[in-house]
């Protein structure tokens, strides 16, 4: 059977499991402003909360993310007029497509994640059934609203892998090519943002060292004081990207300072080849905090009003469910459940 045409559509989401990180920003926010304002393509974003509570989150504190990850797309430049903007559970086809999918995927596929082993650690006999079937969850975010392209960071290349074979296998099953094979748009100088206190870990919001990451409520003077303190080796910057190949604290500093420029690492380096930290690092502050206070103070001004917050989510639940009902309902019938 022909393959069918799909709407050129984008989704993606971040998980309210703590403020948003520069890692964040650079790697997964920046890239959505520009999808969206390049107009190719129908985008949903989502404040993936579903997906949050796998690991224990206080209820509270889950509600405040919510609704500070929603500011921060807006203020990052999500406009939900044009882009649906919505928490992921107030559209519940999300939830009961994952369940057909929990069906689909095998569970040597989940065993294989390396989020979950990261995750889960060691104690993985006590870690949620939930943290499991994460990536199960994340491919009916996706394929609910049958969208043809996912932009994320690196670090997540594996699920969408995973995405694509849940797909495949549920059109083989079932004898039709009724979900797309998404493409993931992964790429630019800060698609994996290293912590700052270890150049082989990615930057995560959940990691218990505050100092590991620029958070995007920072003000000027934590972000000066984490980058001053970020690990770093003693040599000074070479003259070429390539030759940081084995530097990886260096090499992150100069990947973070090409993506808030907006630039490639090897033309960063053509301006930086040969500084000291003490120059470096105080000039790399000054960028972030230069494109990041507007954000942050934009953010702050739309979380002052979180009734508004909320009925922006509320409109853009509405508007997400008007596309994945219909797109519900077919996969049920596939699968021979009777919806009257
Ligand atoms: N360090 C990073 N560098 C580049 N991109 C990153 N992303 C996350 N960390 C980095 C991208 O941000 C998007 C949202 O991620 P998420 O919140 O859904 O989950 P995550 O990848 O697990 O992010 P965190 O910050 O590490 O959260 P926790 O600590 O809760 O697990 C994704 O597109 C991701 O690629």
């Known amino acids: 059977m022909a393959e069918p045409q799909f709407t050129p559509r984008v989704l993606s989401g971040i998980q309210p499991s703590g403020g948003l990180t520069l890692g964040n920003y650079l790697g997964a926010l920046t890239r959505f ?4 304002d390049a107009g190719t393509h129908e985008c949903l974003y989502c404040v993936v909360d579903l997906h949050a509570i796998t690991v224990w989150q206080d209820p509270a504190d889950l509600t405040a993310q919510t609704r500070e990850i929603a500011a921060a797309f807006m203020a990052a430049g999500i406009d939900p007029t044009r882009s649906i903007l919505f928490n992921q559970s107030q559209v519940p086809e999300h939830a009961q497509l994952a369940w057909l999918f929990n ?69 083989h099953d079932f004898g039709r090519e009724f979900f797309p094979i998404t493409e993931p748009v992964i790429g630019g100088p ?7 206190r270890d150049g082989t870990k990615k930057m995560s919001k959940s990691d218990p060292s505050d100092m590991s990451r620029i958070n995007l409520s920072d003000d000027a003077d934590t972000i000066a004081q984490k980058f001053r303190k970020a690990r770093t080796d003693p040599d000074p910057l070479p003259q070429t990207y390539d030759a940081l190949k084995d530097r990886p604290e260096a090499r992150n500093l100069v990947d973070i300072l090409a993506g808030l420029q907006g630039k490639s690492p090897e033309a960063v380096m053509g301006e930086v080849a040969g500084q000291g930290w003490g120059q470096f690092k105080p000039y790399l502050a000054e960028v972030a905090v230069e494109t990041m206070g507007p954000i942050t103070a934009e953010m702050n001004r739309l979380m002052a009003d979180p009734g508004e917050i909320d009925r922006i989510l509320g409109d853009g639940a509405a508007r997400a469910r008007e596309i994945a009902a219909p797109i519900l309902k077919d996969a049920y019938e596939l699968v021979g459940l009777i919806r009257s």
């Open 33 to 36: 402003v520009d999808i969206q």
């Open 103 to 171: 069906c689909v995927a095998r569970m040597g596929w989940m065993r294989r994640m390396t989020q979950w082993k990261d995750k889960a650690g060691k104690n993985s006999e006590e870690a949620s059934l939930g943290l499991f079937a994460y990536p199960a969850l994340m491919a009916a975010d996706i394929l609910i609203y049958h969208a043809t392209h996912v932009p994320v960071g690196e670090d997540q290349r594996q699920h969408l892998e995973l995405t694509r074979d849940i797909a495949t296998k549920f059109n």
């Open 190 to 196: 800060a698609a994996r943002v290293m912590s700052l």
